[in-house]
């Protein structure tokens, strides 16, 4: 047991790399609207920098109350385009009314599934909120799909993703995964933030058929030692456990979220630490437009110097 | 009852005999495809020797632990060409990216249900992950779906399995029905691994209309005494148990799994035992590629040896 | 309420009469393929002996225990063939696996739902298992159902057998209801053997539409005072419970199950009783089945002889 | 030139076998179907005596004047029964409103495309009369489709066909083909009659999936020279013409037909000859019903004791 | 005009090289299909030697009286499977009833349209004789479809192979394009052999989505000097009009055929030349089965012995 803890630490701290389009064997339609994103907006180097506008949805209006003007969705589309980020990712409906002034210069990753945080996150399912067909009737350039690994109703989550996965393959639209540890069960086995539940929220991912993934990074907690087996014991840092779920995520393109607002440095030093990993890009939003949209557009600016470097 | 007991001792060890394809009476489009994968590729001899990586997705990327290297799907793709085996059973997923190396060469069992091992088994149910059509577009030549025989839900799984078992007889693909008991019911009538348990799985599959069915090997176990009339008290050693169930199996060609890593010998006297018994095959993951990658091969070698003794 | 019983009484002993296909009012098809099950084979006098092998789905392999060489599906059919039965009753993978031996010989009543015995009844539902498109394309003349007369899930069953109907009718596919009074509700009123839970299914099976109704003849138990209202006290002996559903029956032809295994003097006493209360016809599985194959041939000679009496 | 044509007679002269329902390799319920007609009704031998009552759409009543009470099609129908006919061929409207006395005794072959003969037949075309569909809810055991080969409207007709023929594969219901030459281009080629025309024919009946062909007997004509090729010169009898048309339809079962009314001797040497030469059966229609009722019983008796020395 | 026609000569001239499935950019399922078709059988080099049998309905019983043997489907399924070939080409009706011994052994390109020769070429149109859902669920690996490239009725023939290819890409089946110039218009220019005609035909297949073509190779003719433009006057040789057809082909794959049977030396000199000209193999049909069983699979042998030395 000694050795496999070992050697899995050492899958833990090798080099991680990341995938190329050429790796993802693409169909022709993916192609062409994932390399619109990767390299037709933002840095244009492969990397992505997304601006989620979901959180009045998922969270409530009281995700705004820090900056007020970021409840009016303009502002948030605004940055987008003056921030030069690859695409905003949102519902429908601020997609279908905010986005017409934008329409052609900023992307859109249309958010096909939600719900609200009001009820248990116990047995945590988000229903649809549009479809792939309406992606393609607002000329979106991927869609994006919360599901619950792990979840009570997983069986439900899970076959509602096949259904939108078969419909992205129908259109060739690529299909962006939040792929989130969540309910009861996860609770029980070290919590939703652990290795074991990132590690396998990442590989759930990749064989349910995602191009891109979405994850957190995992942490250490007081509930470790309530994981499975071997995930017990083992010893990572923060660049450690990213690389590790990068790996797992095989190939699948890899997006780091930013999570609940930061301070300046910590999230410049998980944004580089996340692209240092594997990462093709990062999904940060409260850390962005939770603030003035002057100061918003300077810490895009610096997050992006720092993407530069990441080309490929 | 007495009389009983002895009858059924004797069809339990009686000789055990392998269907022919002809004696399944398939359409043809599913002959061309069984086959192909039972004569024109592996031993070519009509055994089967299939390479199971849904493990990422049914227990999670724990089970890469004991070999790393093994987390990455090329490298079991890269074992089922090099070790010759008839086919890699997977979830969408690592067909779709990482299959075209080897397409044309390693046949793909297409599994299209699944879950994760995060929530309890006790209302198990495997939902859709993917279609017989995906199977069609991919180019499988069989589709997996995996069945709780006795779960809570049966209800709900024998009638998903109704579908897909009519999408296959549309476009001839052949059906491996993974016949498992589990759920709250069957631990309380002798357990999912009691000859009980596995006899009547044997069974289930065969009345739905199953071509190939993967069991467990039934085996005596503490709960013994607790299941239904006759079958406390039939004495039966592994062999005999393995028997019995091919018999119920009927016309299902049946393959036996090897479940979590064993010792060589073990595995070696378990794959022979099962060939004995009447078995089409083997399908054999963590017993293979939770080792080196010179070591999978030469143990794949092993097994088909024997397997090569086996022929008709 | 004395004249109520009484009057109830008066019906519970007047004779009964089969209905005759011309009461039945059938579209063209469903009157071609009755008129086959009836006078096409058999006794070809309007009678009906039916063969089912669900039990093995229904009960698991435990009822072939008896007979161990009748886990083999090919038993029954030869038995059915060379016993002259009107039709095997099975469910999809009998049918498909087994019967080419036999096709447009022996014919198919094709069993389209049903359930393993493993969970409780307390609930029972039995999902689809094929379609009645299933029972074109295998040549069927017939489609069999179970509906769980009162169980908390009849809403579920009422619904599904709503859709079977309409297939039917669709197709003119005869529809044969086994109907089952079942679950916690009805084992509170009675439970499922009683007059009133019989009589209340074989009337639901007219209401619904079916051509053909399976039902148990009702017997006094333990549970007759639960009944509700006029049900307690009325006096009936085995004859008369059976004339009385009959009865209710109204423009369903009737069948009667044999049950679990008897004696073969109250075997031959029970059908007689059946034929003489009205009955179409028998549906003797385990009572034929469980038995030496000769013994078995036997048995049935014995059967028609009697039923050679009942022709119409 | 000359050795290919001596190769040719050699062949037009050899032993003609029919084909038997193994050779076919049929689907299940083609199979239930197909055994039902040749082993369940008429001489119970696998031979064929199929009485047509199309000849009022195809012809118009002229045909009826003979007899005139062969106008009402229960003459027919009652001819079928008493006469102990393997099946009634007609269009939709009589079997809906003649067959329901019949139902299930005399079994239905639906033809399901027809046209009247008052047009020209220079561009035959069959259009639809009813369907597949039409003949599983009629109960019918097959369906009977017109295929004008050669005809300037041959691509409209190919077409449909493909469609009918899927059909047939969706319900299993077995496919006879009337494949007759027919049009301006045929009879610049020596005629409807030649051997070039209905050797043509049954090859392509063959080639696009008819279960069982019918065909006319060719036979030597004034346009003999204008055949292509080597059919010019081919010196042949009818029974070496029968032989070779045979042969051409391969694995179809093929029917002859009678044509119009011929006397006795020659229309039971003609049947004779017919069989002897390989075909499966015989559809006599004005032959048989263009006489008084008893008559026809009669001569169907003649052919049936002939038929019976043909069983397979 | 004459830089022009220079020009087109140095094309004419050039080295032609075959395209690599690479090259080809095909989705997941094609590439199995194809794969197994080029290195599965045959050569398994890459190279292609198909053995069409759809001549009985295209020309008619005349082609097989050379070998009257021939004529029995059986005799081109087993020279197929002895000679090894990489497939056989023919119509529904004899895959369904022939195939059943060599399934899975010799793969199918299943033809789905056709006519016969019987009506004037002038307005040549083949409809549907079978579907992508039947190769699908005949287990095919391919289907054909004849377009008459200049027909009048091409706008037909245009729009029903753009249906066959969209079939074809949602269940990645190869489509494979017998690409024909025929009807009255490319008479009056040059004629259907002619370098135009063949040129255009090739490029059509193209611009279409085949992923195979079937071609003639252009010879000069009486009415060379009717081709449009530049055509007239281009001298070119055997080899240099396959590589200029081949070359307008672009990423499809090009089957060379063989049409009306040629002496033995003819033939192998043809077949090198069209291999030499960068074809991916031949299509011989009447050259191979117009001869004793033992000739055609010496013949074959010398094929394939030079279709060795073109691997890829």
Partial sequence: MATATADLKRSVTAAATRPTLDDLDLPLGK???????LYGRGMKNGTLLILPIDQGLEHGPIDFFPNPPSQDPDFQWRLALEGNYNAVACHYGLARKYMTKYAGEVPLLLKING?????????????????????VSLGADAVGYTLYVGSPRQDEDIHQLQIVREDCDKYNMPLVVWSYPRGAAIEEKGGRDSLYAVDYAARVALEMGA???????????PKDSEQPGDYVGIDYDYG????????SAGRCLVLF???SKLGDEDLMTKARTAMESGAT????????????????????????????????
């Fill in 31 to 37: 192609r062409v609207r994932l390399r619109r994103l």
């Fill in 211 to 221: 191009d891109i993934v979405k994850l957190n990074i995992p942490k250490h907690g």
């Fill in 257 to 259: 979220s930013g999570g």
């Fill in 115 to 135: 719900k609200t945080t009001i009820p248990s996150d116990d047995e945590a399912f988000s229903s649809m909120t549009g479809s792939v067909e309406d992606a």
């Fill in 281 to 312: 890009g990062l999904i940060f939003g409260r850390n962005m437009w939770q603030r003035p949209f002057d100061d918003a557009l300077a810490m895009t600016q610096s997050v992006q110097d720092m993407l530069q470097g990441y080309g490929a």
């Fill in 240 to 247: 450690e456990g990213a690389r590790r779920v990068v790996e």
